[in-house]
């Protein structure tokens, strides 16, 4: 039917010959014309090829073998892939996000200098497990926040058993065991299905249990090969304590299992690798000057050999390949043909660019970050890419936090309260507030350090920030800066040297040509 109401000639056809089916189809494009003026639900010719299937919350896990499986293999194989991990896993982590412990004395009903004292202990614990946090011995817990932001980049996802040693020596017992998704099976003794998950819900959709499958690390060595049948490991013990922390980043209500973080641009990286390799052939052929030799003559290509040269043995060689100052004699009805790679020359940079620029948008990159080039900014683009993938890497360190590191410190910190390591009145009953934390990360750095310090300063003494928060902003503990400024100013009065207190030292105004407004900045 035609917008002005007419029927189509296939249309009367079907109408005469079944009337049912007709009016169905009229049905249909009268429900199509009530969303037609959203033209993302366009179904015409132009759109006929956007085949869609009604995605479920958790892809099938044959889909996320195949995600994590491409993920893989561009981080071992793809510069661009493998260089955009690493800046992820550097801006994030970095060195290790390091606590700070937030007890505050109002709540817990004692005084400020008893608070500050606890603070020390915790964090003492929390400094004497933190080397020795991995389950196989290998990595500190800074080197596990990096490999297991890492692997939630590349996989979607990771596993962290917080299980307990059994070796005696250890001040803490509990140590951190990280798995990959893969070791995630499905219910033993259960039929397999291609959306089994391996995590057993509740009827809310909350996890009960885990089913792992198990490593016979005694038997296979440091081999990482699942073997046997999976083991089921409930998701909290009857205290409420994580048995698994199961970690990745949800983009949909419901979802159980993670998706890679390179999911929406694993193609653009492949056409991207395969366009360089094309190029790279084609560059290598023309540097070779690729020559055939054509016969022109029927007679005579069917019954002459090719041409030959003399070698000094005498026998006689066909000329198969070209190299500088060579000069062939052809034989009569050859001719040569230069082989002319076509190449895309001047818009090969741009190409390139705008893939990486598309990259880029989806994994919250700017361009300059992702491909380290800063070739084509000043100072202001430059900053505004920085703070746009710092707000980025800003909300990743938060989230990362509370579902990393947070989990492990209480439990840390409770194993060392019931060790007798700390004293807290009424622990369990201001439990969450002597477990407050606030997690520092590296320092960013400064693209102008005069105009940032003065503009830190500013805000100090506007109220609009704090010393903490700055100190924060450079990776900094502003506690352990005011206790190293504290020894150097009085190291600097024991040898009868002048330490501003607060500030830059003032200068006389005019001294380097400078006013008022400037000094002490």
């Not at 800046?87 to 709540?107: C, D, E, F, H, W």
Request: aromatic share 10%.
């Amino acid at each position: 039917m035609s917008e002005g109401g007419s029927f189509s000639f296939l249309d009367r056809v079907i109408n005469y010959f079944a009337p049912i089916r007709g009016a169905r189809r009229q049905a249909a494009r009268l429900a199509l014309s009530a969303v037609a003026d959203f033209r993302g639900a366009d179904t015409s010719r132009l759109r006929a090829n956007w085949l869609l299937g009604r995605a479920s919350t958790t892809p099938a896990s044959y889909t996320l073998e195949i995600l994590r499986n491409r993920a893989r293999d561009l981080n071992r194989n793809d510069a661009v892939a493998s260089g955009a991990t690493d800046t992820l896993g550097q801006n994030i982590v970095g060195r290790g996000l390091q606590p700070q412990s937030r007890m505050r004395a109002k709540i817990l009903g004692i005084s400020e200098e008893r608070v500050r004292e606890l603070q020390r202990q915790v964090e003492y614990i929390w400094e004497m497990w933190a080397p020795l946090a991995d389950a196989g011995d290998r990595l500190s817990f800074d080197d596990l926040q990096f490999l297991a932001l890492r692997k939630i980049v590349e996989d979607g996802e990771i596993l962290a058993l917080p299980v307990m040693a059994d070796e005696s020596w250890r001040p803490i017992s509990r140590v951190v065991e990280l798995l990959e998704g893969d070791r995630l099976a499905p219910q033993s003794g259960k039929t397999v299905t291609a959306m089994d998950t391996g995590v057993e819900l509740g009827r809310r959709g909350q996890p009960l249990a885990y089913w792992i499958s198990r490593v016979d690390y005694a038997g296979q060595g440091s081999s990482t090969i699942a073997t046997g049948p999976a083991e089921r490991i409930a998701a909290r013990d009857e205290a409420g304590r994580p048995r698994v922390l199961h970690i990745f980043r949800s983009l949909r209500p419901g979802q159980v299992r993670g998706i890679p973080y390179f999911a929406p641009v694993l193609t653009y990286f492949k056409d991207l690798t395969d366009y360089l390799d094309a190029e790279l052939v084609a560059a290598k052929v023309a540097a070779c000057l690729a020559v055939f030799v054509t016969k022109t003559d029927p007679q005579f290509a069917a019954f002459a050999s090719a041409s030959r040269t003399e070698t000094e043995t005498g026998i006689d060689r066909r000329v198969q390949t070209v190299e500088p100052g060579m000069v062939s004699y052809l034989s009569l009805g050859e001719d040569i043909k230069v082989v002319d790679p076509k190449r895309g020359g001047e818009t090969f940079s741009s190409f390139v660019e705008g893939i990486l620029r598309m990259i880029g948008i989806a994994l919250g990159l700017p361009y300059e970050l992702l491909a380290k080039d800063f070739s084509k900014t000043n100072y202001s683009s430059a900053r505004a890419s920085l703070l746009e993938g710092r707000r980025m890497f800003a909300n990743w360190r938060a989230w990362f936090a509370a579902r990393f590191c947070q989990p492990l410190w209480e439990l840390v910190l409770e194993e060392g309260y019931l060790r007798g390591l700390f004293d807290a009145p009424d622990f369990y009953r201001f439990k969450s507030e002597y477990l407050r934390a606030a997690w520092i990360g590296g320092g960013w750095g400064w693209v102008d350090p005069v105009k940032e310090v003065q503009a830190s300063k500013l805000a100090i003494d506007y109220g609009l920030s704090t010393q903490a928060d700055e100190a924060a902003g450079q990776g900094r503990d502003w506690e352990e800066v005011f206790e190293q400024r504290r020894r150097e100013q009085d190291k600097a009065q024991e040898l009868g040297l002048t330490f501003p207190v607060t500030g830059a030292p003032k200068q006389a105004v005019g001294a380097t040509g400078g006013n008022d407004s400037d000094a002490g900045l």
